[in-house]
């Protein structure tokens, strides 16, 4: 089965430190990698998106890196929030059909 | 408002009892598919669509069927519901054409516990 392997599973910060979150997969043939983030009660919502062909996007204080050859990739977020204070998972998309592998979530919490 | 309409939002059964969470999307997308979320999991697929009358299994399909009459709506069935089937499912949808084909829009969710 397709996987995507996702850590830590939970994750304290202070406010305005870094929070950062790994993923690594194995199938070469993903061509996406999303982020999504949830809050309680609500359903996941994309936060920010990469293909493989770049090394970094960034948006805002978010940051995704990632590292082809390590099958790796991270979501970098600067000057953490309170509001930032949620559970993240990191995905990957295989194909036309549009299917999403999802990480196992990490719940970030950040201290005020 | 573009949303994805899922009911009901909280469900208590008992096992062996049919039941179908609707979900319902008005932004005209043609992709559209069903996860469940359970602690330390993630999201896993369940079935997916990718235009009316085209279903396809994902990861996770056993014990659960699904339709596309319309293009708007995607019920998740489940038609003899097990213990192990208790988890918080979502709905979601997607264009597949355009600048937004890779943004998926979910529902808030269905939290199902079947007794």
């Known amino acids: 089965q397709q996987q995507v392997k996702q850590s830590p599973q939970s994750l304290i910060v202070q406010k305005g430190g870094i929070s950062i979150i790994n993923c690594a997969y194995e199938?070469?043939?993903?061509?996406?990698f999303p982020w999504y983030q949830q809050f309680p009660g609500k359903g996941p919502a994309l936060l920010i998106a990469i293909r493989p062909d770049v090394s970094e996007k960034k948006e805002g204080r978010f940051t995704i890196s990632f590292n082809k050859s390590a099958k790796q990739f991270s979501l970098h977020i600067m000057d953490s929030q309170p509001g930032d204070s949620a559970t993240y998972f990191c995905?990957?998309?295989?194909?036309?059909?549009?299917?999403?592998?999802f990480g196992s979530g990490t719940q970030l919490t950040v201290l005020p | 408002e573009a949303q994805v309409t899922q009911n009901p939002r909280y469900l208590i059964t008992v096992t062996g009892k049919k039941l179908t969470v609707t979900c319902s999307q008005n932004?005209?997308?043609?992709?559209m598919s069903w996860y469940r979320q359970d602690p330390g999991l993630g999201l896993r697929q369940i079935y997916y669509?990718?235009?009316?009358?085209?279903?396809d299994k994902g990861d996770v399909p056993e014990g659960y069927k699904v339709s596309r009459k319309e293009k708007r709506n995607f019920p998740l069935i489940l038609e003899s519901p097990s213990p192990n089937q208790t988890s918080l499912y979502f709905c979601?949808?997607?264009?597949?054409?355009?600048?937004?084909?890779?943004?998926?829009?979910f529902g808030s969710g269905t939290q199902l516990s079947v007794l």
């Open positions: 932004m005209n997308h043609e992709y």
């Open positions: 669509s990718m235009n009316v009358e085209v279903t």
């Open positions: 979601a949808s997607s264009p597949l054409q355009g600048a937004r084909n890779e943004k998926l829009f």
């Open positions: 995905a990957a998309r295989r194909g036309s059909a549009r299917q999403l592998t």
């Open positions: 199938n070469t043939a993903f061509d996406y």
